[in-house]
């Protein structure tokens, strides 16, 4: 099973990050000099507006996000800035983890002296500062002679199953911290992650382009037309393994081995 390896881009138009724009919804104009701001305000809307979802958002940004969404919404207006603002934290912050990861191809192979840590995001928790944070600071001060590598357990924004159902691989959960603790942490331990590639959430923006039947996401998943030749489907699970769902095409069933909140993704899909 081959890793995906970004996220694909958003284009279409959505009255939110996770949902779908809702059949008969007036698309809300944005006035702009810059025509690709203008699309994007229709999808994230500004920074300061009066939609309270977009307050919501702002109110949740860290303290260098925010100033750089005003920043940008003084250079182009109020219609992009919360998108151009995430667009280019996740280049950083992209920039970032591949410096990581050359430091780590750089890094010598694992022997039988390694140990390793196992661990949510959360495991460890302390006043002040984030669950990351004080990971970093108790492996430090109780672990560094003790194991070289820190396997932390999904730590995106996930809608169940105790985050292996991801709504967001790009992104770290706002109440475990940021991509900066993560820095923070590698500095001085290896870092193995739970990617969670099999499935995502159903809240996630690949799932919602199912449902509207758009590209990319509407070909991610494994559509069934029955349960016809699944009699013989072994799982550990006691939910049904296919799950109705309704879209703008009608209801269909799509694959589910875990749970009807994780939907498996199609990897026979190029």
Same mark, same amino acid.
């Given at each position: 099973?081959?890793? @995906?390896?970004?996220?694909?881009?958003?284009?279409?138009?959505?009255? /939110?990050?996770?949902?779908?724009?809702?059949?008969?919804?007036? #698309?809300?104009?944005?006035?702009? &000099?810059? @025509? #690709?701001?203008? &699309?994007? /305000?229709?999808?994230?809307?500004?920074?300061?507006?009066?939609?309270?979802?977009?307050?919501?958002?702002?109110?949740?940004? =860290?303290?260098?996000?925010?100033?750089?969404?005003?920043?940008?919404?003084?250079?182009? /207006?109020?219609?992009? =800035?919360?998108?151009?603002?995430?667009?280019?934290?996740?280049?950083?912050?992209?920039?970032?983890?591949?410096?990581?990861?050359?430091?780590?191809?750089? =890094?010598?192979?694992?022997?039988?002296?390694?140990?390793?840590?196992? $661990?949510?995001?959360?495991?460890?928790?302390?006043?002040? !500062?984030?669950?990351?944070?004080?990971?970093?600071?108790?492996? &430090?001060?109780?672990?560094?002679?003790?194991?070289?590598?820190?396997?932390?357990?999904?730590?995106? @924004?996930?809608?169940?199953? *105790? !985050?292996?159902?991801?709504?967001?691989?790009?992104?770290?959960?706002?109440?475990?911290?940021?991509?900066?603790?993560?820095?923070?942490?590698?500095?001085?331990?290896?870092?193995?992650? *739970? +990617?969670?590639?099999?499935? $995502?959430?159903?809240?996630?923006?690949?799932?919602? *382009?199912?449902?509207? !039947?758009?590209?990319? /996401? $509407?070909?991610?998943?494994?559509?069934?037309?029955?349960?016809?030749? +699944?009699?013989?489907?072994?799982? @550990?699970?006691?939910?049904?393994?296919?799950?109705?769902?309704?879209?703008?095409? !009608?209801?269909?069933?799509?694959?589910?081995?875990?749970?009807? *909140?994780?939907?498996? +993704?199609?990897?026979? &899909?190029?």
């Amino acid at each position: 099973m081959e890793q @995906p390896h970004n996220q694909p881009a958003r284009e279409e138009t959505q009255t /939110g990050p996770h949902e779908p724009l809702a059949a008969g919804t007036v #698309k809300r104009e944005h006035k702009t &000099n810059n @025509p #690709k701001t203008q &699309n994007d /305000g229709q999808a994230y809307g500004d920074a300061n507006g009066s939609n309270p979802a977009v307050r919501a958002q702002s109110a949740a940004m =860290s303290p260098s996000e925010y100033a750089l969404v005003q920043n940008l919404t003084a250079l182009y /207006g109020e219609g992009g =800035s919360s998108y151009l603002a995430k667009k280019l934290m996740a280049i950083s912050m992209g920039e970032l983890m591949d410096a990581t990861a050359k430091k780590a191809s750089e =890094s010598r192979s694992l022997s039988a002296r390694d140990s390793m840590l196992i $661990c949510y995001g959360d495991s460890i928790r302390d006043q002040p !500062g984030s669950p990351l944070s004080a990971l970093n600071r108790f492996a &430090n001060s109780h672990l560094a002679k003790k194991i070289s590598t820190i396997h932390i357990l999904p730590f995106f @924004p996930s809608s169940s199953d *105790d !985050g292996f159902a991801v709504i967001d691989y790009q992104t770290v959960r706002q109440d475990l911290g940021d991509w900066s603790d993560i820095h923070t942490l590698s500095e001085n331990f290896d870092l193995m992650f *739970d +990617l969670v590639i099999n499935h $995502c959430s159903r809240e996630n923006l690949w799932f919602a *382009d199912f449902i509207g !039947g758009r590209k990319p /996401g $509407c070909d991610y998943f494994h559509e069934m037309p029955s349960l016809v030749g +699944l009699g013989n489907v072994v799982r @550990p699970r006691n939910s049904p393994l296919l799950t109705h769902v309704h879209t703008y095409e !009608g209801v269909k069933r799509v694959w589910t081995t875990f749970s009807d *909140d994780q939907i498996d +993704l199609n990897f026979a &899909n190029p």
